[in-house]
């Protein structure tokens, strides 16, 4: 396996934050990384608890069901109209 196909994407991402380093004032910033951090917390949370289950051995990854359920349920039908 070649350096580009292991480490590729790694370099590009590591090229684009230097780019954006250099062209962005503040993006090392303190509040910017914080707000990274933000954003990524409630991804990094749900990654790390099902990374436990899986590590304990219940395999149990149906929770993916009930979370995205309700955004793909149809509407409420609607009162019929009145006569």
Not at 11 to 33: D, M, R, S, T
Not at 40 to 69: M, P
């Amino acid at each position: 396996m070649n350096w580009f196909a292991r480490y590729g994407v790694g370099a590009a991402l590591a090229v684009l934050a230097l780019v954006a380093a250099v062209f962005v004032p503040g993006f090392f910033g303190l509040e910017n990384l914080s707000t990274i951090l933000l954003h990524v917390s409630v991804n990094g949370i749900l990654a790390l608890g099902l990374t436990f289950v899986i590590v304990t051995g219940g395999i149990d990854l149906s929770w993916d069901r009930w979370w995205v359920s309700p955004a793909c349920s149809p509407p409420p039908p609607s009162p019929a109209p009145a006569c």
